[in-house]
């Protein structure tokens, strides 16, 4: 059974970084596409970041593109979204996902093909 868990969000002045950390029990990194999704209150969820470390791509939403990293820490089977000059749009519950692929389609800003998805750790952002 696949269980994704996330952590690592909390409340961040504008300007600043939180990272936060994503792991995935019953599945390996290397044969699945991963991702960060956010929503906030009222509004679509929206694709945040996707990786594939088969492909070896990674993809961005374009509110975070310059701004977020997505990455991962072999050693300890971990996921990271690093985010840095968070403003307060930013806030939102943030989500990690594993795909039932090992790429990244061409709808992944959409969740196409991610199957497995954690509780999500908020992410506040004071202006």
């Known amino acids: 059974q696949v269980q994704v868990v996330e952590s690592g969000g909390g409340l961040v002045q504008a300007g600043g970084s939180l990272r936060l950390s994503c792991t995935a029990s019953g599945l390996s990194f290397d044969d699945y596409a991963m991702g960060w999704f956010r929503q906030a209150p009222g509004k679509e969820r929206e694709g945040v970041s996707c990786?594939?470390?088969?492909?070896?791509?990674?993809y961005y939403g374009d509110s975070v593109k310059g701004r977020f990293t997505i990455s991962r820490d072999n050693a300890k089977d971990t996921l990271y979204l690093q985010m840095n000059s968070l403003k307060p749009e930013d806030t939102a519950m943030y989500y990690c996902?594993?795909?039932?692929?090992?790429?990244?389609?061409?709808?992944?800003?959409?969740?196409?093909?991610?199957?497995?998805w954690g509780q999500g750790t908020q992410v506040t952002v004071s202006s």
């Open positions: 996902a594993a795909a039932i692929v090992d790429y990244c389609s061409g709808s992944w800003s959409a969740g196409a093909y991610f199957e497995y």
């Open positions: 990786i594939s470390w088969r492909r070896g791509s990674t």
